[in-house]
């Protein structure tokens, strides 16, 4: 039988519906999440916890009563909670079925869901669902991220626009910096332009400068950006692009290419259309289920990310700017 509970994880849609079909299995599953160790109190952090149940209110002009809510009490402060207070999925109407459902679509779906695809899953409307879409999204982004190390390869590629190469870049085209180490991490990162500041300044945030070879093609922004960051020009291996030149021994940035190709065809398919203000959370959702393709619970994960991250208000969400990592002028 599949157990939520015994350690076995939900792995796909088809036990999502099964297992997650209603409120009350939806709850208890977060609680598991989110409290793996046991309920603590949300406002004194207390593990002496009793459960309650609350009656329903009644409403005195139709003389409905609410349904029965299932909460938690704390014995120290006496505070009252259930498995959603203080989280993102708290504040909107929405039950937790649809949540975890956008969650389960989100996660599996190899090259990501459009809001569109989530609307007519869900049966909600497309503000709704784009919504629901971006918060899961701001989830998968990793706070502190360990920096690169082993073998690095580094590579930028070109977003939009219609022009080739790095040299005729046009104005509306979008940089975005691939950082990958062999057998680990993706990085992708939306930066300002080619330059060495923009490639130094994110080489210093994602690899190690013990890092063992870091490997790029000839672009010339590449030595002093990397000297920038403290990686010594014996670490550097370069492979000629210009001379065709594509592998030569263990010198290629075949890996992060492989990844920008995959990337790609999932903006061509799934998105059509990214709008360039939010390239950034597409880059983060695409890395998170890239590096975690081999883990056994992404749905839980997420669950348990979405449990612990901060809200995000629809303001918030829709400013010029907000997620980009540097301010276009
Ligand atoms: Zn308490």
């Given at each position: 039988?599949?157990?939520?509970?015994?350690?076995?994880?939900?792995?796909?849609?088809?036990?999502?519906?099964?297992?997650?079909?209603?409120?009350?299995?939806?709850?208890?599953?977060?609680?598991?999440?989110?409290?793996?160790?046991?309920?603590?109190?949300?406002?004194c952090e207390s593990l002496r916890i009793s459960r309650i149940t609350a009656k329903g209110k009644l409403n005195k002009k139709t003389g409905k009563r609410s349904p029965d809510r299932k909460l938690y009490q704390c014995n120290d402060?006496?505070?009252?909670?259930?498995?959603?207070?203080?989280?993102?999925?708290?504040?909107?109407?929405?039950?937790?079925?649809?949540?975890?459902?956008?969650?389960?679509?989100?996660?599996?779906?190899?090259?990501?869901?459009?809001?569109?695809?989530?609307?007519?899953?869900?049966?909600?409307?497309?503000?709704?669902?784009?919504?629901?879409?971006?918060?899961?999204?701001?989830?998968?982004?990793?706070?502190?991220?360990?920096?690169?190390?082993?073998?690095?390869?580094?590579?930028?590629?070109?977003?939009?626009?219609?022009?080739?190469?790095?040299?005729?870049?046009?104005?509306?085209?979008?940089?975005?910096?691939?950082?990958?180490?062999?057998?680990?991490?993706?990085?992708?990162?939306?930066?300002?332009?080619?330059?060495?500041?923009?490639?130094?300044?994110?080489?210093?945030?994602?690899?190690?400068?013990?890092?063992?070879?870091?490997?790029?093609?000839?672009?010339?922004?590449?030595?002093?950006?990397?000297?920038?960051?403290?990686?010594?020009?014996?670490?550097?291996?370069?492979?000629?692009?210009?001379?065709?030149?594509?592998?030569?021994?263990?010198?290629?940035?075949?890996?992060?290419?492989?990844?920008?190709?995959?990337?790609?065809?999932?903006?061509?398919?799934?998105?059509?259309?990214?709008?360039?203000?939010?390239?950034?959370?597409?880059?983060?959702?695409?890395?998170?289920?890239?590096?975690?393709?081999?883990?056994?619970?992404?749905?839980?994960?997420?669950?348990?990310?979405?449990?612990?991250?901060?809200?995000?208000?629809?303001?918030?969400?829709?400013?010029?700017?907000?997620?980009?990592?540097?301010?276009?002028?």
């Amino acid at each position: 039988m599949m157990g939520l509970y015994s350690g076995v994880p939900i792995m796909n849609l088809l036990d999502i519906h099964k297992e997650l079909n209603t409120e009350e299995k939806c709850l208890t599953f977060l609680e598991h999440m989110r409290w793996p160790e046991g309920v603590k109190c949300v406002a004194c952090e207390s593990l002496r916890i009793s459960r309650i149940t609350a009656k329903g209110k009644l409403n005195k002009k139709t003389g409905k009563r609410s349904p029965d809510r299932k909460l938690y009490q704390c014995n120290d402060c006496r505070f009252q909670f259930t498995a959603t207070t203080g989280t993102v999925y708290h504040d909107t109407h929405l039950p937790l079925t649809h949540w975890f459902l956008a969650i389960a679509l989100i996660t599996e779906s190899k090259k990501g869901i459009s809001a569109n695809q989530l609307k007519r899953a869900l049966g909600v409307n497309y503000r709704t669902a784009w919504y629901l879409a971006h918060r899961i999204r701001k989830a998968m982004v990793e706070a502190n991220p360990p920096k690169l190390t082993g073998v690095v390869e580094l590579d930028e590629t070109y977003i939009g626009g219609k022009q080739k190469g790095r040299q005729n870049r046009l104005k509306n085209k979008e940089v975005v910096m691939g950082i990958r180490e062999r057998g680990g991490d993706l990085r992708l990162i939306h930066i300002e332009d080619n330059s060495t500041n923009s490639l130094w300044a994110q080489i210093k945030q994602n690899v190690d400068p013990n890092v063992k070879q870091v490997m790029t093609d000839e672009w010339h922004a590449y030595p002093p950006a990397l000297k920038g960051a403290k990686i010594p020009a014996s670490k550097h291996s370069t492979i000629r692009h210009k001379d065709k030149i594509y592998v030569q021994g263990e010198v290629h940035t075949n890996t992060v290419e492989s990844a920008f190709s995959l990337f790609k065809r999932g903006l061509t398919g799934a998105f059509h259309k990214v709008s360039l203000k939010h390239l950034q959370r597409y880059l983060n959702e695409f890395s998170f289920r890239f590096n975690n393709r081999k883990a056994a619970d992404l749905f839980g994960m997420t669950v348990r990310r979405m449990a612990l991250a901060g809200n995000l208000p629809y303001a918030k969400l829709i400013e010029e700017n907000a997620f980009t990592p540097f301010v276009r002028k």
